[in-house]
C-alpha cells in the first residue's frame, strides 16, 4: 500500500529535536557542532551515496544571515529562465533544484524543481525511500531501526533532498545553508560550481558565537579550494574574516556591489535592500554559466531581466488585502532585518497628514505623537531570539521614519500556534519550544509589557496578547470592522497591519489567510 503525504509528515516531526536538549545544546555551545560533518558523511552513506556523488549536481552553494533565501530564489528565477519554452529556443537545463528551509506552510516548499515544491506524491515516494533506505542499512547492521536510525529533523530534509534531485537527474541544485556554513549539514559538498555570502549579522550566537567576526567564520566555511566566491558589502571587521578565510581555503573572493542595472528592473522582490541580494544573485548565475554579463542594461542576458523579475518569494516583503485591510508580510527575525521589514512598511505608509497651519501652531512633540488618519497595527512573535530587543529595533525604526513616537494605533502579539481549536497545523508543528512557556504566554505578555514601555503612558497603541495566530488575525479584523470597514488604498482610512518577526509565524498567519481565500487578494 502506498503511503502518504500525511504519513510522511508524521514520521518527519518525529525527528524534531525537542526543547529540552535545545536548551541543553544553547547551554553547552558551539562545540557540539564540530563532529557534524563527519555524522553527516556518515548518514549519506547510509543511504547510498559518497558526498562527492553530489557533483552530478553542480551545486550552488549560499549561505549567510539575511538574504540568503531570497538570493537563492533570485539565482533558481535567473536559471529556470533557460529551460524549454517559447521564449527559450536554445535550452541549457532541463531540471532545476532549489532547496531552502525554513518553510512557510508546507514542509515540501522546502525541496523545489523548476521553482515547484515537490507534489505532495513526489514529497512521501522520496521521503520513504530515504527512511527505508536507513532503516535497511540500521537492519543490516544488526542495529535497532527506531528513531536511533535516523538524523535529526534538518539533516534529514537535506539528506532526502540530496536524493531526490540525484533520482530527479537534476541539472543543477541551489542549496541553501541552514545554520553557518562550516558545520552545516549542507556542507558536504565536494565541488560546488560557486558559492555566495550574503548579508551576515549577529544571530543563532548560541552555535556560531556573538560576534559577528565567529559568525563570518562559520559562514566562510562553504568556500573551497578553487572555486569562485562572492559576496556582498559587509561590515569591516566581517570582511577581514572572510578574505582571510578565502586565502587558507585558496578560494577567490569577490566583493559584489549593487548592480546598477537594477535601477531599471522591477524585481519580483520589491524592497529596495532585495537589490543587494538581485546583484549577488547576478554574480553567482553569472559564474555558474560562465558568462560574464555586463551591468549595463543592454547586455544584461533577457533570462536574467525575466528571472528578477518573475520571481516569487512568500512571505519576503509580501503585500495582501482583504477588506479593510492591507496587510505587509516580512518574516523578519533578526535585528538588522526587522530595521529592514519597518523600513519596507514605511515606504508603503503615508505619514500622519497635518495641515501648514497644524505644523506651525502644534508643537513638535504633538506633530510627533498626533495619531494617523488610519489605523496601524501590528502583529508580531519572536519566540526563540531576544524578542523585546526585536520589538525594541522596529519601534525605534519605525518611530524615526513615520516621524511619529507611537508608530501603531493597535499591537496584538501572538503564538506560533495555528489555531486556538486545532493546534499546530501538521507541517508546522514545532517541539522545540518548551509547550509550558507556550502556554503561559510569557514571551507574548513581556512583549506586550515592552511594547507599552516604549509607547508612554499617553496616547500609546492598544496593545493585547493572544494564543494563536487565528485569533490575532481576527482580533485585527474586528479593529478593521469598528473602522467602518473602510478600503484599504493608500489614502483611506483602512488597517494596514505589519506581520513579522518570525519565519513561523508567517507560515502560520498565511495559512489562516488561505483558510479565507476568497476574501483575501494577493
Known amino acids: 500500500m502506498e503511503r502518504t503525504y500525511s504519513e510522511a509528515v508524521a514520521a518527519l516531526n518525529t525527528l524534531q529535536t525537542n526543547s529540552a536538549v535545545i536548551d541543553s545544546i ?36 549560499v549561505a549567510g544571515t539575511k538574504g540568503k533565501g531570497s538570493t537563492s530564489a533570485f539565482v533558481s528565477s535567473i536559471l529556470v529562465q533557460y529551460l524549454p519554452s517559447p521564449a527559450q529556443p536554445n535550452p541549457l537545463f532541463r531540471k532545476i533544484g532549489l532547496y531552502t528551509s525554513p518553510h512557510l506552510r508546507f514542509v515540501r516548499e522546502r525541496i523545489q524543481i523548476n521553482n515547484e515544491p515537490l507534489s505532495e506524491s513526489q514529497f512521501a515516494k522520496y521521503f520513504f525511500e530515504t527512511w527505508d533506505r536507513l532503516e535497511e542499512t540500521a537492519r543490516a547492521r544488526g542495529e535497532p531501526t527506531d528513531k536511533t536510525a535516523k538524523p535529526s529533523y534538518f539533516r534529514f ?19 541553501e545553508c541552514g545554520i553557518g ?71 577567490q573572493l569577490t566583493t559584489v556591489p549593487e548592480t546598477p542595472v537594477l535601477a531599471n528592473i522591477k524585481l519580483g522582490l ?13 554574480a553567482l548565475a553569472a559564474a555558474h554559466l560562465r558568462i560574464a554579463p555586463s551591468i549595463a542594461p543592454t547586455n544584461l542576458p533577457q533570462e536574467f531581466i525575466r528571472g528578477l523579475e518573475q520571481v516569487r518569494w512568500p512571505g519576503r516583503c509580501e503585500t495582501r488585502r482583504e477588506k479593510g485591510i492591507t496587510w505587509y508580510i516580512d518574516s523578519g527575525h533578526t535585528l538588522e532585518s526587522i530595521r529592514l521589514a519597518a523600513s519596507w512598511f514605511a515606504s508603503h505608509i503615508s505619514r500622519p ?54 508608530p501603531f494605533t493597535h499591537a496584538v502579539f501572538c503564538t506560533n500556534l495555528t489555531s486556538r481549536t486545532s493546534g499546530y497545523h501538521p507541517d508546522l508543528v514545532s517541539i522545540n519550544i518548551d509547550k ?69 509565524l508567517v507560515g502560520g498567519f498565511l495559512e489562516v489567510l488561505e483558510g479565507a481565500k476568497g476574501d483575501v487578494d494577493g
Not at 221 to 238: R, S
Not at 392 to 405: E, F, I, K, M, V
Open 181 to 251: 556554513g562550516e558545520y552545516d549539514s549542507t556542507n558536504i559538498i565536494v565541488h560546488p560550481s560557486v558559492t555566495g555570502i550574503t548579508s551576515l549579522d549577529i544571530d543563532h550566537v548560541q552555535l556560531l558565537g556573538n560576534t559577528i567576526e565567529e559568525i563570518a567564520w562559520h559562514k566562510a566555511g562553504i568556500m573551497k579550494e578553487g572555486v569562485l566566491a562572492y559576496t556582498v558589502p559587509q561590515a569591516a571587521a566581517a570582511q577581514a574574516v572572510l578574505e582571510k578565510r578565502a586565502v587558507e581555503k585558496s578560494a
Open 270 to 282: 520589491e524592497a529596495p535592500f532585495q537589490r543587494s541580494n538581485a546583484s549577488l544573485a547576478i
Open 353 to 406: 497628514s497635518q495641515s501648514p497651519t497644524q505644523s506651525q501652531s502644534s508643537p513638535p512633540n504633538q506633530i510627533r505623537n498626533r495619531k494617523p488618519k488610519h489605523k496601524r497595527v501590528l502583529l508580531f512573535n519572536q519566540q526563540t531570539r531576544d524578542a523585546p530587543a526585536l520589538a525594541r529595533a522596529l519601534h525605534s525604526t519605525l518611530s524615526s521614519a513615520l516621524d511619529d513616537g507611537k
Open 436 to 504: 509550558k512557556i507556550v502556554e503561559a504566554l510569557e514571551v507574548q505578555r513581556g512583549l506586550a509589557d515592552a511594547w507599552s514601555e516604549l509607547d508612554g503612558d499617553e496616547g500609546g497603541a492598544e496593545v493585547v496578547v493572544k494564543g494563536s495566530i487565528e485569533e490575532a488575525v481576527w482580533w485585527v479584523r474586528n479593529v478593521a470592522k469598528e473602522n467602518g470597514g473602510e478600503g484599504s488604498d493608500e489614502e483611506g482610512d483602512g488597517v494596514r497591519c505589519l506581520v513579522t518577526g518570525s519565519v513561523h
Open 26 to 61: 544553547r547551554k553547552l555551545g558551539k562545540s557540539l557542532n564540530t563532529q557534524a560533518i563527519t555524522e553527516m558523511i556518515e548518514w549519506c552513506r547510509r543511504v547510498g551515496y559518497e558526498p562527492a556523488d553530489f557533483d552530478r549536481l553542480r551545486p550552488i552553494h
Open 157 to 175: 530534509l537535506t539528506l532526502m533532498a540530496f536524493h531526490t534531485y540525484m533520482r530527479e537527474e537534476v541539472d543543477t541544485a541551489i542549496i
